[in-house]
């Protein structure tokens, strides 16, 4: 599946699984060796994804909690190693590098965490969490380290003379930027952001999101925005890539997205999105529960919830094909129209 044409992408997803297995201890092996009904767990955190991102662009990803969202930035980010798939950074296969060139894509890939507090060191002062990197890998040298520091907090909005204060010493919006930093000090071609809004106030939600705007403008970056907020990804977003139980079931250019969505899960959720024209609607979310990822339903994994199942979703898997230039869907209605 092809996502884009006639543009070269940054980061290529072709077919990119993620399975993490909880192994039997002794107890449970000497249980099932006695007849016991159990065996070794196996979470289906991503199945089976494909997806292109090209250069300057903001790709937002959204779905429920467990959906997988996170673990694929994950993945992008180079924390995870994907189970099965490929997954190309500017065409190089990031699975087959190693040393100088395996640092190189590391660092131009990076990751900006949902909650600060629990990915800043409470041990380090700023200068050090967002300068020790660009020393360690070259950017800078340790004595133009401070300089460094100064022009990077200036840039995302903190005050330079707070570089020797430690992390708990600052409010939730002034520690985000500081992990916007820390990942801009390394001179990076792609963000991955995981929530990073969504623990912050609404008012310090729309200082960080034009941050991260002005930041594309100033310095060209790409950006594969996760977030379950749809009123977030609309604003932010250049294309939307829609999640269910580790599976994509929908792309599609914004506008065309939230104006007329394909998918019934897409549907149910931009149902829910508040509008001024629907102001006295009763809120009802999205009806039954998001299966488990140990032990996700056949066909469609959305049949359990949506209301145009048939015999053929609960059985056959849909595949994400192409429906109209630029959009894509994985849905068997599709195949009617």
Same mark, same amino acid.
């Given at each position: 599946?092809? !996502? ?19 192994? &039997? ?7 099932? *060796? ?39 930035? *994950? ?10 798939? #490929? ?17 190189? +894509? ?42 460094? +520091? ?9 005050? @330079?003379? =707070? ?17 916007? !930093? ?16 969504? !623990?912050?106030?609404? /008012?310090?939600?729309?200082?960080? &999101? ?5 930041? *594309? ?5 790409? =950006?594969?925005?996760? /977030? ?8 932010? /977003? ?6 269910? #139980? ?12 939230? !104006?007329? @969505?394909?998918?019934? =899960? ?24 998001? @299966? ?24 056959? *898997? ?20």
């Amino acid at each position: 599946m092809t !996502a884009e044409t006639g543009a070269q992408a940054m980061l290529e997803l072709r077919d990119v699984s993620k399975r993490f297995v909880k192994s &039997l201890d002794l107890a449970g092996k000497i249980a099932q *060796r006695f007849g016991a009904n159990i065996r070794e767990e196996v979470v289906h955190a991503v199945d089976g994804v494909s997806l292109n991102i090209t250069s300057g662009e903001v790709v937002g990803l959204v779905g429920e909690s467990g959906c997988g969202k996170s673990t694929l930035g *994950r993945i992008v980010a180079g924390v995870h190693a994907p189970s099965d798939g #490929l997954v190309k950074f500017r065409g190089r296969d990031i699975s087959g590098l190693k040393g100088a060139e395996a640092t190189d +894509v590391a660092l131009k890939v990076q990751m900006i965490f949902q909650d600060p507090m629990s990915s800043l060191n409470p041990r380090l002062r700023v200068q050090d969490i967002i300068g020790e990197a660009p020393v360690v890998h070259g950017v800078v040298d340790r004595a133009g380290m401070a300089d460094y +520091v100064e022009e990077t907090m200036l840039r995302v909005g903190l005050d @330079p003379s =707070y570089a020797r204060r430690y992390p708990h010493q600052f409010s939730g919006g002034q520690r985000q930027r500081i992990g916007i !930093a820390r990942a801009l000090a390394v001179k990076p071609e792609f963000l991955v952001c995981d929530e990073s809004v969504a !623990a912050l106030d609404v /008012s310090i939600q729309a200082q960080v &999101l034009n941050l991260f705007m002005n930041l *594309r403008e100033e310095l060209d970056l790409t =950006y594969l925005f996760i /977030s379950h907020d749809l009123g977030v990804v609309e604003h932010l /977003s250049d294309r939307v890539v829609i999640m269910y #139980l580790g599976r994509v079931v929908e792309i599609a250019q914004t506008d065309a997205l939230f !104006a007329e @969505p394909n998918h019934p =899960y897409t549907k149910a959720l931009l149902a829910e999105v508040p509008r001024l024209e629907t102001r006295r609607r009763r809120f009802e979310p999205v009806k039954g529960e998001i @299966p488990s990822p140990i032990d996700p339903p056949s066909g469609c994994h959305f049949h359990p919830r949506c209301p145009h199942a048939t015999e053929r979703c609960r059985a056959e *898997r849909p595949v994400l094909r192409e429906i109209a230039p630029d959009r894509f869907a994985a849905c068997h209605l599709n195949d009617d129209a």
